[in-house]
């Protein structure tokens, strides 16, 4: 198993934010995490992420136990994070954007040949290097954010709403890079909103209702499920 979160409480003071979550990550997976706003995802993924400590509970990647890891290494441990709105610096190029993503002593030796990749992936990008970043549509911001991401070379990416804020037809762009990178090995777990997209792509899912899990399995099982089918896609 790749990843594996066990039972974590998480708390911001005395509010908590989820209770006694577990979920896992195999090698070549995309892990969906959907569920209502306010349900605790983002919250969830900035923990796997580093960005929040657990109260409780026990995290894993591979041999490694994360929870005696510092923040700033998880990173070089093989998690990249995409965060929610981006997070962009607006005021330095593409380029400059991307280059801070492979930051990693193992990432900066392979930099062009990263960089390369990802203007493949995203080829108006390679246009538009040169660019300062808050010039961008959202739809790039996007695309920028995840090559960033990719630049730090990770065997795991998190997406936390990817399609947030976007057009359906830049929304397709985005999810087919994802489909993209996945098939070319890379283990996923995504937060989204949008559950038809997540439900499409995802190996497994997990519902998160009130920072508690209420449902997990293939996609087809859950959307089986009346309750499910209603809640999150009006049917």
């Known amino acids: 198993m790749l990843l594996e979160a066990r039972n974590l409480h998480i708390a911001y003071g005395d509010a908590t934010a989820v ?78 954007n991307l280059q801070i993503g492979g930051y990693r002593k193992d990432a900066r030796e392979e930099q062009e040949q990263t960089l390369g990749h990802v203007f493949e992936l995203f080829p108006m990008l390679k246009d538009k290097r040169q660019q300062l970043a808050g010039s961008l549509s959202g739809g790039q911001q996007q695309m920028v954010a995840i090559g960033r991401a990719l630049m730090a070379r990770p065997r795991l990416l998190l997406l936390d709403e990817p399609s947030l804020g976007l057009a359906p037809s830049v929304v397709s762009d985005v999810f087919r890079a994802v489909r993209r990178i996945h098939a070319e090995g890379m283990s996923i777990l995504m937060v989204e909103q949008n559950v038809a997209l997540a439900m499409e792509i995802a190996s497994r899912a997990y519902v998160l209702e009130e920072g508690r899990i209420v449902a997990q399995g293939a996609p087809s099982q859950l959307l089986a499920q009346p309750r499910l089918r209603e809640a999150y896609l009006g049917l």
């Open 19 to 96: 209770w006694d979550v577990t979920i896992d990550v195999d090698d070549g997976e995309i892990v969906a995490v959907i569920g209502p706003n306010g349900a605790g995802k983002t919250t969830l993924i900035n923990t796997i992420a580093g960005l929040l400590r657990a109260r409780q509970g026990s995290l894993r990647f591979g041999a490694i136990d994360l929870r005696s890891v510092p923040p700033h290494h998880f990173c070089r441990h093989g998690i990249a994070l995409v965060p929610e709105g981006r997070r962009l610096f607006t005021t330095m190029t593409v380029e400059e």
